[in-house]
Every structure is written in structure tokens, then in C-alpha cells.
């Protein structure tokens, strides 16, 4: 059931996209919303639930990244950072270790302006640096951040902190089960989406698009580079702030090695598979790869198990799977699936001109 | 006559190359006035000087009564100089109507809570942007391009495209970097009359120019610069009967 939910999304938001009625845009999303809030009472199976939920927190973070990446351009290879400090702040705000109980609902902000404040403190001085060097220092900061995590006793050193608090809701608790996670980034998803459309067609989103182009022509047009370039860094990393808080409430424990180099590269895999700088694009990308490790390549694991009667764990080959992927969209489609327009034609004029020199 | 720019005693190197020495310039409020001189004269580096892509080794540099030079190029384009630039710097894969609101960029009002929240503040200010946009194109005789990504006009409307992106900022002085390059006759025609317009709006028009029939009937000072250093100063007539520009062009007299 799991793929004909996600298909559906799919569905409806390329739907949405192609769409010019306002009105039936409106309309299907509507439907869609509605929809989504229907199932898991429909359906009763938490098993499907916690994977999406899982796969939506991926969804927010790539949002956050395509901030950084898609709109402004900057590369940046140690996003898993921020998600770390989301993470870390509800460990930290809402567990016996420090004997600190905040409610959920509250610590969704403290984190995301920490985590934007992250942004700034790693932006600032770095963000006169451009291409590779910039995303060198990005590298060093996604490393930095869980070995200091990992260091500091007073968060569990390499253990981490677990028996988090469980979140409650209106006086319920969550419980044990995946659907209230689910609900929660359902509307972490709508409010991110929303920004970030509402962002791609405001004043800064210009500028942002203005310095990807061509940063000394966007100077001589009045805009402040540096603070443009750190307002992308701060809220593309608030977004990941809320993403780490979902996480950790969910899984009831943070740790260090939850936030290794390989989940920047695997969010930053979401945009390039998806299109990066589209909205669409970014959503449909995410979703694909969270589900392809946590429900479509065990599926075909089963599926090889009763039919060669093999016993093989495709998991275990998760990041070779993706590297095909990745190297399969670089050279047939190294605009994405569903880019937007401008980033097509760049992207595509970008990947002939290399081919041909 | 007040100056709106004032250039004095500018001085920039690279290395050993001295491509600015001593330079002292003074451009009248509504005047169109060119730079002129041979190829690596300074005439470019001159105009990054002004809009503070580099840093004067001495002089100073004072727009409209206030010194500009050590200024961030940012506010110094907020300041209400805009410039055009000799190789475009167009953002080619926007749209051409995109590229002309960046150049309003500073001239829109909006804090970060409008862009995150898209208020109906935000939006009818978009609207209003936009409309002016479009007003711009039309005035540079770009009609029906709006949507097309810059990069895919054709060269003469991306040379006028980066006059609709300059003007977008309400600039009281437009730098115009060899505009004229490139274009054939009827273009360049159409180009002096647009400067003109430029400037009969109160915009005062500095332009770098080698075609000289296009300077001699469109500006009304003329500078001339050699080896970055300024030989002469004055009306054309006076420019055409100038010795130092002549030898500077053609050679010293055998």
C-alpha cells in the first residue's frame, strides 16, 4: 500500500505543478491534504506510517537544503550538522539527563532558531569563499559537529542521550505509535513547502538566484551578497533544526553516528536526483530515496528470498545502489526529474558544453 | 553646473602595472560624457574604481558631494550609481524580466518576514515591481521578451537588456561600458537615441566608447585616457583638434 500512497502524492503534486487554474490547484491540494489525513485511519497498519513518517523528516530536510543549493547555489556538504542540532536540542531540552522536561511544540522553535543560528556562526566567516573551497569548510563543519556531540560527556559522549521524553499532544501522549510522527511531518512539510515557494518568489529569492548567477553582477545591483548569502545558510538550516527535533522525538534516543558525512550526501543526492531548485522536484526526489532504503529495497530482498530462494540484503548495498543512480542521472538527466526551468536549461547547457570540449 | 562625480588624483596599480595614475575627473549633473582611449588605457578599470570593485591606491573618489571610494559596491549601487559592464554580466538563465527586477532589488522596501510569509504586502509590492519591470523593457524597445531566459536574445537586446537592468535601480548616474559594441549601424543609431532619453529622464550618462562618430555627436565632455593617465578634457571639437589625443591614436608624427 505503501507505494500506491507515495505514487499518489507524486501524482497530484506533478499535478499541481502542470496546472495553470489556481483553482484547481487549490483544489487538488485540498484533496490531497484531506486525503492524507484520512488514511491512517483507513488504514491500520503502523508499519507504513513509520516509514513515511521517517521519509517526511527527509522531505523537510532536503527543503531546507535546496535553500542553500538550489536557490543560492552555495554547496554544502556538511548539512547533517544542523540536522545534529535540531536533533540535539530536544535531547537536551527534554530528557532525565539534564532533568530539563520543555514541551515538544516548544522546543520545534528553540531548535530551529538554534540550528539557524548555527548557520550564521558557520556562515560568517566562510561565506566569502566560493565553489570547492566553500564546500570544503562546509565538509569540515558536517564532521566537526557530531565528533564535538561525540566528545562531551555531558551529552552521553559516543552514547548519546536516550529516554527522551514522549510528546504529547492536547494533553495525549503519542505513545509507541509511528502516526502521530506522521501527522507532525505532514504539517512540518506544508509549513517548509509554503516558506520555501513564498521565499522562491520574494525579493530575497531574487537575490539569491542573482548571486548563483553571477555574484559580482548582484553586487552592483545593490544587493548585500554576504547577508543574502548567510539569511539562505540560517534558514536552510532552521528547517533542518525542526527535521532533527521529529527525528530524535521519534526514535527517543539522539547519538552521534546518526549523523555521519553520509547523510548530507544522501539529502544532497535527494536534490540532485529530484531537480535542484524545484520545489516539486525536491519533495519527489526525497521521497524516493528515503523509501528505497527503508521499504523498497527490503521488499525486493523478500521478493528474492521466496523466489531464488537467496538469501541477499540489498540494504547493505544501499549507497551502491544510490551511486548508480546518481551516476545515471548525471548522464542522462543532470537536470533531475522535475526541475524547474531555469535550472533545466542551465544544468543541461552546463552538462553539453562539458561533454563537448 | 554641479559635479555629481568627482574623480581626484586616482591612483591604482597591479603590480608593476600602473593602470590608473593621477587621474582627475569631473562629470556635470545631467551631462553625457565619455571616456575615451586607446585599448588598456584604464577606462574600465576606471569605472571598477568607481562602483569599488577595486580599492584606490590614493585619490578619491566623491559622488554627489559625499566620498564613495572604500564603500562596499553594494552600497555604493544603493548609493544611485548603476553600470553595464563591456563583456554582459547578464544572469543568463533568468528570464528578462527576472533580471530587470534584480535590478530593482534595491529600490523595493521588504523585510525577511514578507519574503518568508509572502505577505499581501510582499505580494502587491511583486506586483508593482513587476509592473514597473515591464515598463523599463518597453522603454528600451525590449517588448515581447519578457519571458524568454536572458542568455537566448539576441546580442543587441542583451546590450539593451543590461541598460533596462541598470535603469530598474533609479540610478542618477548610469556607467555604459562600451555599448555600443557589436551593434551595427541602425542599432548604435537606436542606442544614441535611447541615452539620450536615459538622460532626459535626469539621469546623468558616463560612457566608454571607441566608435567616435557615436561619441562625437552624443556626448557633450569627452575625456581621453592614455596609458592610464588622463591626456585631455573637453568638448569634442575641442577633442578632435587636441595634438596628445591625436598622437595617442594614431602614433607620434614621423
Known amino acids: 500500500m505503501i507505494y500506491v500512497y507515495v505514487l499518489a502524492t507524486i501524482a497530484a503534486v506533478v499535478i499541481v505543478e502542470r496546472t495553470r487554474s489556481r483553482r484547481v490547484k487549490l483544489a487538488i491540494l485540498a484533496a490531497l491534504a484531506l486525503t492524507l489525513a484520512i488514511v491512517p485511519f483507513v488504514d491500520r497498519t503502523d508499519a507504513t506510517f513509520n516509514v513515511l513518517a521517517d521519509a517526511g523528516v527527509f522531505v523537510m530536510l532536503a527543503l531546507g537544503l535546496n535553500i542553500v543549493v538550489g536557490y543560492a547555489g552555495l554547496l554544502d556538504l556538511g548539512y547533517a550538522a544542523f540536522f545534529a542540532i535540531g536533533a540535539y536540542a530536544y535531547g ?222 540489498l540494504t547493505n548495498y544501499h549507497f551502491l545502489i544510490y551511486g548508480v543512480i546518481l551516476v545515471a542521472i548525471m548522464l542522462f538527466r543532470p537536470e533531475g526529474f522535475l526541475p524547474n526551468r531555469e535550472r533545466r536549461a542551465e544544468l543541461h547547457a552546463a552538462a553539453i558544453t562539458e561533454t563537448s570540449s | 553646473m554641479t559635479a555629481l562625480l568627482s574623480i581626484d588624483g586616482v591612483s591604482k596599480s597591479f603590480g608593476a602595472v600602473c593602470a590608473l595614475s593621477g587621474v582627475d575627473l569631473s562629470v556635470d549633473a545631467g551631462s553625457i560624457f565619455a571616456i575615451i582611449g586607446p585599448n588598456g588605457a584604464g577606462k574600465s578599470t576606471l569605472f571598477n574604481a568607481i562602483t569599488g570593485i577595486y580599492t584606490l591606491d590614493s585619490g578619491t573618489i566623491a559622488f554627489d558631494g559625499r566620498r564613495i571610494d572604500g564603500l562596499p559596491t553594494f552600497v555604493i549601487a544603493r548609493r544611485g550609481i548603476a553600470r553595464t559592464f563591456q563583456n554582459l554580466r547578464l544572469f543568463g538563465f533568468l528570464s528578462a524580466i527576472d533580471n530587470v527586477l534584480i535590478g530593482e532589488h534595491a529600490r523595493m522596501r521588504g523585510t525577511l518576514v514578507d519574503s518568508l510569509l509572502g505577505t499581501p504586502r510582499a505580494r502587491a509590492q511583486e506586483r508593482a515591481a513587476r509592473e514597473r519591470a515591464r515598463a523599463w523593457l518597453d522603454f528600451v524597445g525590449l517588448n515581447d521578451v519578457g519571458e524568454q531566459f536572458a542568455r537566448n536574445l539576441s546580442y543587441g537586446a542583451q546590450r539593451r537588456l543590461e541598460i533596462a537592468r541598470a535603469l530598474a535601480s533609479q540610478p542618477r548616474l548610469l556607467l555604459l561600458d562600451e555599448p555600443a559594441a557589436g551593434l551595427n549601424p541602425t542599432e548604435k543609431r537606436e542606442l544614441a537615441d535611447l541615452v539620450r532619453a536615459i538622460r532626459d529622464r535626469g539621469v546623468t550618462v558616463v560612457l566608454i566608447e571607441h566608435d567616435m562618430g557615436l561619441v562625437m555627436s552624443l556626448c557633450e565632455r569627452i575625456a581621453v585616457l592614455d596609458h592610464g593617465e588622463k591626456i585631455a578634457q573637453g568638448a569634442p571639437a575641442e577633442i578632435r583638434a587636441n595634438p596628445a589625443v591625436i598622437e595617442a591614436y594614431l602614433g607620434a608624427p614621423a
Open chain 1, 92 to 313: 537536551i531540552l527534554a530528557s532525565p539527563q539534564f532533568g530539563v522536561h520543555l514541551p515538544f511544540w516548544a522546543i520545534l522553535f528553540i531548535a530551529a532558531a538554534c540550528a539557524g543560528l548555527a548557520g550564521i556562526v558557520l556562515g560568517a566567516p566562510t561565506l566569502r569563499l566560493h565553489g570547492d573551497y566553500l564546500a570544503i569548510v562546509t565538509l569540515g563543519f558536517g564532521e566537526i559537529v557530531p565528533q564535538v556531540f561525540q566528545n562531551t560527556q555531558a551529552v552521553g559522549g559516543p552514547n548519546g542521550i536516550a529516554a527522551l521524553d514522549v510528546p504529547s499532544a492536547l494533553g495525549h501522549s503519542f505513545g509507541t505509535a509511528a502516526v502521530p510522527y506522521y501527522f507532525v511531518t505532514l504539517g512540518g512539510i506544508a509549513l517548509v513547502a509554503w516558506v520555501a515557494r513564498n521565499l522562491g518568489r520574494s525579493r530575497l529569492g531574487r537575490a539569491w538566484m542573482a548571486i548563483r548567477e553571477d555574484e559580482l553582477a548582484a553586487k552592483h545591483m545593490g544587493i548585500d551578497t554576504t547577508r543574502t548569502k548567510l539569511a539562505a545558510f540560517a534558514i536552510g538550516a532552521s528547517f533542518s533544526g525542526l527535521g532533527g527535533v521529529i527525528f530524535a522525538a521519534k526514535l527517543g534516543l539522539v547519538s552521534p553516528d546518526l549523523f555521519q558525512f553520509q547523510v548530507s550526501v544522501l539529502i544532497l543526492s535527494m536534490l540532485v536526483l529530484g531537480g535542484m531548485g524545484s520545489l516539486i522536484g525536491v519533495v519527489v526526489g526525497s521521497l524516493v530515496l528515503s523509501l528505497l532504503n527503508s521499504a523498497l529495497l527490503p521488499n525486493i530482498n523478500a521478493v528474492i528470498a521466496s523466489t531464488l530462494h537467496v538469501n541477499v540484503d
